[in-house]
Protein backbone atom coordinates (compact mmCIF):
# COMPACT_ATOMS: atom_id res chain seq x y z
CA UNK A 1 0.00 0.00 0.00
CA UNK A 2 1.26 3.65 -0.62
CA UNK A 3 -0.47 6.64 -1.57
CA UNK A 4 -0.60 10.56 -1.58
CA UNK A 5 -3.05 12.84 0.64
CA UNK A 6 -3.87 16.04 0.98
CA UNK A 7 -3.69 16.83 4.56
CA UNK A 8 -6.91 18.64 5.19
CA UNK A 9 -8.77 16.08 3.32
CA UNK A 10 -7.38 13.54 6.05
CA UNK A 11 -7.56 15.05 8.74
CA UNK A 12 -11.44 16.03 7.81
CA UNK A 13 -11.85 12.14 7.83
CA UNK A 14 -9.88 11.65 10.59
CA UNK A 15 -11.56 14.13 12.82
CA UNK A 16 -15.01 12.46 12.20
CA UNK A 17 -13.69 8.77 13.21
CA UNK A 18 -12.49 10.69 16.61
CA UNK A 19 -16.22 10.58 17.51
CA UNK A 20 -17.30 7.25 16.84
CA UNK A 21 -13.91 5.24 18.25
CA UNK A 22 -14.39 4.51 22.23
CA UNK A 23 -11.00 6.04 24.36
CA UNK A 24 -10.70 2.95 26.32
CA UNK A 25 -11.59 -0.29 24.22
CA UNK A 26 -11.18 -3.82 25.57
CA UNK A 27 -10.38 -4.74 21.99
CA UNK A 28 -7.35 -3.58 20.74
CA UNK A 29 -8.87 -3.21 17.14
CA UNK A 30 -11.96 -1.03 17.96
CA UNK A 31 -9.33 1.82 18.81
CA UNK A 32 -7.59 1.47 15.18
CA UNK A 33 -8.88 3.06 11.82
CA UNK A 34 -8.94 0.87 8.67
CA UNK A 35 -7.13 2.61 5.51
CA UNK A 36 -8.19 1.15 2.49
CA UNK A 37 -6.43 2.16 -0.87
CA UNK A 38 -8.66 0.61 -3.68
CA UNK A 39 -10.23 2.21 -6.85
CA UNK A 40 -8.28 4.99 -6.79
CA UNK A 41 -9.46 6.07 -3.49
CA UNK A 42 -9.14 5.88 0.07
CA UNK A 43 -12.20 4.30 2.36
CA UNK A 44 -11.43 4.96 5.54
CA UNK A 45 -13.49 3.11 8.55
CA UNK A 46 -14.72 3.42 12.30
CA UNK A 47 -16.90 1.44 14.25
CA UNK A 48 -17.11 0.84 18.14
CA UNK A 49 -19.81 -2.15 17.26
CA UNK A 50 -22.52 -0.22 17.45
CA UNK A 51 -22.02 2.82 15.50
CA UNK A 52 -19.61 2.46 11.79
CA UNK A 53 -18.73 5.69 10.01
CA UNK A 54 -17.34 5.06 6.42
CA UNK A 55 -15.65 8.01 4.87
CA UNK A 56 -14.09 8.33 0.94
CA UNK A 57 -11.34 10.54 -0.15
CA UNK A 58 -11.14 10.59 -3.72
CA UNK A 59 -8.49 12.77 -4.47
CA UNK A 60 -5.44 11.00 -4.00
CA UNK A 61 -2.42 9.64 -5.95
CA UNK A 62 -2.37 5.70 -5.45
CA UNK A 63 1.16 4.36 -5.86
CA UNK A 64 -0.17 0.84 -4.93
CA UNK A 65 -3.35 -0.51 -3.50
CA UNK A 66 -3.61 -2.33 -0.27
CA UNK A 67 -4.91 -2.00 3.15
CA UNK A 68 -3.83 -1.44 7.03
CA UNK A 69 -5.08 -0.42 10.31
CA UNK A 70 -3.29 1.84 13.05
CA UNK A 71 -4.19 3.57 16.35
CA UNK A 72 -6.77 5.90 15.29
CA UNK A 73 -6.23 9.02 17.61
CA UNK A 74 -2.48 8.60 16.65
CA UNK A 75 -2.83 8.97 13.16
CA UNK A 76 -4.91 11.89 13.84
CA UNK A 77 -2.72 13.73 16.36
CA UNK A 78 0.04 13.11 13.39
CA UNK A 79 -1.99 14.30 10.62
CA UNK A 80 -3.23 17.71 12.33
CA UNK A 81 -0.44 19.21 13.42
CA UNK A 82 1.21 18.72 9.41
CA UNK A 83 1.14 22.17 7.43
CA UNK A 84 -2.46 22.77 6.53
CA UNK A 85 -2.87 21.17 2.72
CA UNK A 86 0.29 19.65 2.89
CA UNK A 87 0.89 16.31 0.70
CA UNK A 88 1.29 13.51 2.87
CA UNK A 89 2.68 10.33 1.76
CA UNK A 90 1.88 7.19 3.64
CA UNK A 91 2.68 3.40 2.59
CA UNK A 92 2.99 0.33 4.52
CA UNK A 93 6.56 -0.68 4.69
CA UNK A 94 6.48 -4.29 6.20
CA UNK A 95 2.78 -5.59 7.34
CA UNK A 96 3.10 -4.15 10.63
CA UNK A 97 4.20 -0.56 9.99
CA UNK A 98 2.52 2.70 8.15
CA UNK A 99 4.79 5.07 7.20
CA UNK A 100 3.96 8.66 7.17
CA UNK A 101 6.21 11.58 5.75
CA UNK A 102 5.39 14.75 4.91
CA UNK A 103 8.14 17.47 3.81
CA UNK A 104 10.96 16.63 6.76
CA UNK A 105 8.92 14.39 8.77
CA UNK A 106 8.63 10.86 9.31
CA UNK A 107 6.72 7.98 11.55
CA UNK A 108 6.38 4.94 11.18
CA UNK A 109 3.06 4.08 12.80
CA UNK A 110 2.53 0.07 14.63
CA UNK A 111 -0.53 -1.75 12.23
CA UNK A 112 -2.50 -4.36 13.00
CA UNK A 113 -4.21 -7.01 10.62
CA UNK A 114 -6.91 -5.76 8.71
CA UNK A 115 -8.56 -8.75 8.75
CA UNK A 116 -9.27 -8.36 12.09
CA UNK A 117 -11.65 -5.02 11.95
CA UNK A 118 -15.44 -5.88 11.84
CA UNK A 119 -17.16 -4.78 8.73
CA UNK A 120 -20.95 -5.09 8.58
CA UNK A 121 -22.79 -6.82 5.20
CA UNK A 122 -25.99 -5.56 5.66
CA UNK A 123 -28.23 -4.66 2.76
CA UNK A 124 -30.34 -1.54 3.52
CA UNK A 125 -31.76 -1.17 -0.27
CA UNK A 126 -35.11 -1.14 1.59
CA UNK A 127 -37.33 1.45 2.77
CA UNK A 128 -34.62 4.73 1.44
CA UNK A 129 -35.84 8.00 0.92
CA UNK A 130 -33.93 11.16 0.94
CA UNK A 131 -34.22 14.56 3.10
CA UNK A 132 -32.52 17.68 3.15
CA UNK A 133 -29.65 18.21 5.17
CA UNK A 134 -30.72 20.85 6.92
CA UNK A 135 -33.95 20.12 7.58
CA UNK A 136 -32.67 16.83 9.42
CA UNK A 137 -30.16 18.82 11.04
CA UNK A 138 -32.86 20.78 12.46
CA UNK A 139 -34.76 17.53 13.89
CA UNK A 140 -32.13 16.89 15.46
CA UNK A 141 -30.53 20.12 16.81
CA UNK A 142 -34.05 20.83 18.17
CA UNK A 143 -34.52 17.97 20.17
CA UNK A 144 -30.86 16.72 21.18
CA UNK A 145 -30.55 19.13 24.66
CA UNK A 146 -33.73 16.72 26.08
CA UNK A 147 -32.12 13.27 25.89
CA UNK A 148 -32.29 11.27 29.09
CA UNK A 149 -29.15 10.48 30.45
CA UNK A 150 -30.66 8.05 32.55
CA UNK A 151 -29.39 4.50 31.47
CA UNK A 152 -31.92 2.77 33.66
CA UNK A 153 -34.72 3.78 31.03
CA UNK A 154 -32.79 3.39 28.08
CA UNK A 155 -35.44 3.88 25.34
CA UNK A 156 -35.41 7.97 26.83
CA UNK A 157 -31.55 7.71 25.97
CA UNK A 158 -32.60 9.32 22.16
CA UNK A 159 -33.99 10.50 19.77
CA UNK A 160 -37.83 9.46 18.67
CA UNK A 161 -37.74 9.57 14.96
CA UNK A 162 -41.30 8.81 13.11
CA UNK A 163 -43.42 9.76 10.28
CA UNK A 164 -46.49 11.60 11.38
CA UNK A 165 -49.71 13.51 9.44
CA UNK A 166 -51.38 16.67 10.22
CA UNK A 167 -54.14 17.92 7.64
CA UNK A 168 -53.24 15.93 5.09
CA UNK A 169 -49.50 16.39 5.26
CA UNK A 170 -46.85 14.45 5.76
CA UNK A 171 -44.06 15.50 8.52
CA UNK A 172 -41.01 13.38 9.31
CA UNK A 173 -41.01 14.32 13.80
CA UNK A 174 -38.55 14.37 15.88
CA UNK A 175 -39.45 14.01 19.77
CA UNK A 176 -36.78 13.73 23.35
CA UNK A 177 -37.64 13.90 26.61
CA UNK A 178 -35.91 13.10 29.89
CA UNK A 179 -39.32 13.57 31.53
CA UNK A 180 -38.43 16.91 33.02
CA UNK A 181 -38.58 19.00 30.14
CA UNK A 182 -39.20 17.70 26.25
CA UNK A 183 -38.85 19.12 22.31
CA UNK A 184 -41.18 18.25 19.41
CA UNK A 185 -39.78 19.21 15.92
CA UNK A 186 -41.18 18.38 12.36
CA UNK A 187 -40.22 19.03 8.77
CA UNK A 188 -42.64 18.46 5.75
CA UNK A 189 -42.30 15.82 3.76
CA UNK A 190 -42.93 15.93 -0.06
CA UNK A 191 -44.90 12.18 0.05
CA UNK A 192 -45.59 9.55 2.34
CA UNK A 193 -42.22 7.11 3.41
CA UNK A 194 -42.08 3.89 4.09
CA UNK A 195 -40.70 4.67 7.17
CA UNK A 196 -40.72 2.62 10.89
CA UNK A 197 -40.71 4.72 13.92
CA UNK A 198 -36.95 4.45 15.57
CA UNK A 199 -34.90 5.77 18.66
CA UNK A 200 -31.65 6.92 17.51
CA UNK A 201 -29.34 6.90 19.96
CA UNK A 202 -27.26 9.83 21.57
CA UNK A 203 -24.12 8.97 20.61
CA UNK A 204 -25.49 8.55 16.73
CA UNK A 205 -26.89 12.05 16.75
CA UNK A 206 -23.79 14.19 17.76
CA UNK A 207 -22.13 12.43 15.28
CA UNK A 208 -24.76 13.03 12.66
CA UNK A 209 -24.97 16.11 13.89
CA UNK A 210 -21.05 17.21 13.14
CA UNK A 211 -21.22 15.63 9.64
CA UNK A 212 -24.44 17.39 8.79
CA UNK A 213 -22.47 20.97 10.33
CA UNK A 214 -20.46 20.73 7.08
CA UNK A 215 -22.70 19.48 4.46
CA UNK A 216 -25.51 21.49 2.18
CA UNK A 217 -27.38 18.67 0.25
CA UNK A 218 -29.63 15.35 0.65
CA UNK A 219 -29.40 12.93 2.77
CA UNK A 220 -30.20 9.53 1.96
CA UNK A 221 -31.88 7.38 4.88
CA UNK A 222 -32.46 3.55 4.64
CA UNK A 223 -33.52 0.80 7.47
CA UNK A 224 -33.65 -2.56 8.45
CA UNK A 225 -34.17 -4.67 11.45
CA UNK A 226 -32.61 -2.66 13.90
CA UNK A 227 -30.19 -0.36 11.98
CA UNK A 228 -29.93 2.41 10.05
CA UNK A 229 -27.98 3.79 7.46
CA UNK A 230 -27.23 7.36 6.87
CA UNK A 231 -25.45 8.74 3.62
CA UNK A 232 -24.36 11.72 2.26
CA UNK A 233 -21.68 13.23 -0.12
CA UNK A 234 -18.48 11.14 0.42
CA UNK A 235 -19.81 10.01 3.85
CA UNK A 236 -21.57 6.88 5.15
CA UNK A 237 -22.99 6.40 9.24
CA UNK A 238 -24.68 3.20 10.24
CA UNK A 239 -25.87 2.98 13.64
CA UNK A 240 -27.74 0.69 15.43
CA UNK A 241 -31.47 1.37 17.23
CA UNK A 242 -32.62 1.74 20.66
CA UNK A 243 -34.95 -0.89 21.32
CA UNK A 244 -37.60 0.13 23.48
CA UNK A 245 -41.00 1.73 23.41
CA UNK A 246 -41.35 5.91 23.29
CA UNK A 247 -43.96 6.91 25.86
CA UNK A 248 -47.34 8.69 24.34
CA UNK A 249 -45.48 11.91 24.04
CA UNK A 250 -48.73 13.59 22.44
CA UNK A 251 -50.48 13.40 25.58
CA UNK A 252 -47.75 15.36 27.99
CA UNK A 253 -48.43 18.16 25.76
CA UNK A 254 -50.38 20.82 27.49
CA UNK A 255 -54.12 21.64 26.16
CA UNK A 256 -55.03 24.22 28.70
CA UNK A 257 -52.80 26.64 28.76
CA UNK A 258 -54.17 30.39 28.45
CA UNK A 259 -51.77 32.57 30.14
CA UNK A 260 -49.00 33.70 27.60
CA UNK A 261 -45.74 35.80 28.40
CA UNK A 262 -44.43 36.85 25.02
CA UNK A 263 -41.04 38.86 25.54
CA UNK A 264 -37.57 39.24 23.09
CA UNK A 265 -35.74 36.23 22.97
CA UNK A 266 -32.49 37.90 23.73
CA UNK A 267 -33.66 40.25 26.58
CA UNK A 268 -35.27 37.11 28.37
CA UNK A 269 -32.10 34.59 27.41
CA UNK A 270 -29.68 37.18 28.64
CA UNK A 271 -31.79 38.19 32.31
CA UNK A 272 -32.11 34.27 33.00
CA UNK A 273 -28.76 33.58 32.07
CA UNK A 274 -27.56 36.54 34.77
CA UNK A 275 -29.52 35.85 37.23
CA UNK A 276 -28.95 32.13 37.16
CA UNK A 277 -25.24 33.11 37.61
CA UNK A 278 -25.41 32.65 41.24
CA UNK A 279 -26.36 29.31 41.28
CA UNK A 280 -22.95 27.28 40.26
CA UNK A 281 -24.33 24.37 38.41
CA UNK A 282 -27.38 26.20 36.88
CA UNK A 283 -29.63 23.69 38.32
CA UNK A 284 -31.40 25.78 40.93
CA UNK A 285 -34.80 26.88 40.02
CA UNK A 286 -35.21 30.62 38.70
CA UNK A 287 -38.69 31.67 39.78
CA UNK A 288 -40.59 33.68 37.96
CA UNK A 289 -42.98 36.60 39.84
CA UNK A 290 -45.94 37.58 37.18
CA UNK A 291 -47.37 40.20 37.77
CA UNK A 292 -49.51 42.52 35.06
CA UNK A 293 -46.79 44.31 33.84
CA UNK A 294 -43.33 42.71 35.28
CA UNK A 295 -41.38 39.49 35.41
CA UNK A 296 -39.13 38.90 38.11
CA UNK A 297 -36.95 36.52 37.87
CA UNK A 298 -34.85 35.49 41.53
CA UNK A 299 -32.21 32.88 41.94
CA UNK A 300 -31.35 31.96 45.87
CA UNK A 301 -28.31 29.32 46.24
CA UNK A 302 -27.80 28.60 50.36
CA UNK A 303 -23.81 28.77 49.36
CA UNK A 304 -23.59 31.39 47.15
CA UNK A 305 -26.08 34.05 47.75
CA UNK A 306 -29.14 35.65 45.43
CA UNK A 307 -29.95 37.80 42.44
CA UNK A 308 -32.71 38.81 40.59
CA UNK A 309 -34.19 41.09 37.48
CA UNK A 310 -37.12 42.62 36.75
CA UNK A 311 -38.62 42.84 33.69
CA UNK A 312 -41.35 45.27 31.77
CA UNK A 313 -43.75 42.48 30.45
CA UNK A 314 -47.47 42.54 29.00
CA UNK A 315 -49.22 39.93 30.94
CA UNK A 316 -52.98 39.62 32.03
CA UNK A 317 -52.59 37.34 35.05
CA UNK A 318 -50.56 36.72 38.43
CA UNK A 319 -48.20 33.77 39.31
CA UNK A 320 -45.56 32.76 40.69
CA UNK A 321 -43.59 29.18 38.98
CA UNK A 322 -40.11 27.97 39.55
CA UNK A 323 -38.07 26.56 36.49
CA UNK A 324 -34.75 24.43 36.71
CA UNK A 325 -32.74 27.45 34.25
CA UNK A 326 -30.36 25.22 32.64
CA UNK A 327 -33.74 23.76 30.98
CA UNK A 328 -35.05 27.56 29.45
CA UNK A 329 -31.56 28.22 28.53
CA UNK A 330 -31.40 25.06 26.47
CA UNK A 331 -34.55 26.14 24.69
CA UNK A 332 -34.25 30.02 24.55
CA UNK A 333 -31.05 29.01 22.62
CA UNK A 334 -32.71 26.92 20.22
CA UNK A 335 -35.34 29.44 19.16
CA UNK A 336 -35.12 31.18 15.26
CA UNK A 337 -37.48 34.36 16.14
CA UNK A 338 -36.82 37.18 17.88
CA UNK A 339 -39.31 36.75 20.73
CA UNK A 340 -40.11 33.83 22.91
CA UNK A 341 -43.92 32.69 23.64
CA UNK A 342 -44.33 30.95 27.33
CA UNK A 343 -48.28 29.55 27.93
CA UNK A 344 -48.56 28.64 31.33
CA UNK A 345 -51.60 27.20 33.16
CA UNK A 346 -51.00 27.25 37.08
CA UNK A 347 -48.06 26.85 39.96
CA UNK A 348 -48.26 23.39 39.78
CA UNK A 349 -48.36 22.52 35.59
CA UNK A 350 -45.93 22.22 32.24
CA UNK A 351 -45.00 25.52 30.65
CA UNK A 352 -45.17 25.35 27.11
CA UNK A 353 -43.02 27.37 24.94
CA UNK A 354 -43.22 28.20 21.61
CA UNK A 355 -41.11 30.04 18.51
CA UNK A 356 -43.00 32.52 16.50
CA UNK A 357 -40.20 31.90 14.06
CA UNK A 358 -40.87 28.02 13.57
CA UNK A 359 -44.36 26.87 14.45
CA UNK A 360 -42.93 23.35 13.32
CA UNK A 361 -41.34 23.18 16.95
CA UNK A 362 -42.42 23.23 20.27
CA UNK A 363 -41.32 22.64 23.90
CA UNK A 364 -42.49 21.27 27.51
CA UNK A 365 -40.99 22.58 30.88
CA UNK A 366 -41.86 20.97 34.08
CA UNK A 367 -41.91 23.50 36.68
CA UNK A 368 -39.87 22.93 40.01
CA UNK A 369 -41.57 22.21 43.06
CA UNK A 370 -41.13 24.60 46.42
Same mark, same amino acid.
Given at each position: MK??VN???LQ?????C?G???K???????????L????S???IT?????????HQ????E????G????????????V??????K?????LSDI?????E???S?????????????L???N??D?EFS???K??LK??N???????N?E??H???????H????????Y??S??TDS?R??I???????????E???????????LV???DN??? $?? %?I??????? *??E /? @?? &??L???????????Y?Q??????Q??L?I???L????V?R??S??L $?K %??GVK???? *??? /? @?? &?V???????GN????I????????SFN?????D????LD?E??????????S?A????P???? &??????????
Amino acid at each position: MKFNVNQQDLQQALSYCQGVIEKRSTLPILSNVLLDVSNSQLTITATDLDLIFVHQIKNIEVIEEGKTTTVSSTIYDIVRKFPSGKKINLSLSDINKLQIESEKSNFNLNCLSPSEFPLTDENFNDNEFSINSKSLLKLLNKCKFSVSNDETRHYLSGIYIHQTEVDDKNYLTSVATDSHRMSISKVRLNQKINFEPIILPKKTIFQLVSLLDNYDG $DV %KISNVKSKI *KFE /L @NN &SILISKLIDGKFPNYVQVIPKNNQKKLEIDLKLFLDSVDRVASVSL $DK %KDGVKFNLT *KDA /L @NL &SVNNTNSGDGNETLNIKFDHDLEISFNSRYLIDVASQLDGEKIEIYFNDTGSPALIKDPGDFD &SIYVVMPMKG
